[in-house]
């Protein structure tokens, strides 16, 4: 699975969209860009996914460049409960015959200041 | 649904005892894992299972064993504990038609000394 680079941290005003980016230049043409969040001492939480297309569901929105070498998450309007930190993943295939396992970097601190 | 359910929340051993930690899903998936977090680190896979009786290695396997006997369940265990196992530990499972969307436990904080 290829390598990703993210901040290590990032501030974001309440009510504003924080918008996190992820660095994926060896992405191969069968890699998902997934991402996920760990709010302090809890489990990771799925957010979304994507192969090349802009995607949207109730939590983010995730915009994929169109060579796919980065990508951006974003919250649309940040509250202090989005304090975690974020997770950019690649992997191939949902489906395939992969083993499934994910690899987390560091991911990015993001805080949400009042 | 309660989703993947780790037993027990917090645990302190001592140096060379042993101990089972559990893991439970009950969204029927096929695919579950454990994983370790460090200090200020990111989470690090240690073995995973993509279906009963079907279990392999990590990146940080030695000193855990696994076995999945049932879909349900996914328990790790440690046979003689070091205080480098201190750690947080994580389990996850998927379905199969989307191995990349995990469910994660709460997980349990173990501490050796």
């Known amino acids: 699975d290829a390598k990703t680079t993210q901040p290590t941290s990032m501030d974001c005003a309440e009510g504003r969209a924080a918008n996190l980016p992820c660095n994926h230049s060896?992405?191969?043409?069968?890699?998902?860009v997934y991402w996920y969040r760990q709010i302090h001492s809890q489990g990771p939480q799925y957010i979304i996914h994507g192969l090349k297309n802009n995607e949207t569901n109730e939590m983010a929105s995730l915009i994929i460049t169109e060579d796919r070498k980065s990508s951006t998450l974003i919250l649309p309007h940040a509250t202090l409960r989005d304090t975690a930190v974020y997770y950019c993943?690649?992997?191939?295939?949902?489906?395939?015959?992969?083993?499934?396992?994910?690899?987390f970097g560091q991911g990015t601190t993001l805080q949400v200041k009042p | 649904n309660a989703g993947v359910t780790q037993t027990p929340k917090f645990q302190v051993l001592k140096t060379g005892q042993s101990m089972t930690l559990q893991c439970a899903q009950d969204m029927n998936h096929e695919y579950m894992s454990w994983y370790r977090q460090d200090p200020g680190m990111g989470l690090r896979l240690i073995h995973y299972?993509?279906?009963?009786?079907?279990?392999d290695q990590g990146e940080v396997p030695n000193g855990y064993n696994v076995s999945r006997s049932t879909t349900e369940d996914f328990p790790l265990r440690l046979l003689s504990a070091a205080p480098s196992q201190t750690s947080v530990y994580f389990c996850a499972s998927s379905s199969t038609r989307d191995r990349g969307k995990g469910t994660f436990g709460s997980g349990t904080r173990l501490t050796v000394v």
């Open positions: 060896t992405i191969s043409g069968n890699e998902y």
């Open positions: 993943i690649v992997r191939v295939d949902p489906g395939s015959s992969n083993t499934g396992k994910l690899i």
């Open positions: 299972s993509v279906g009963a009786g079907i279990t």
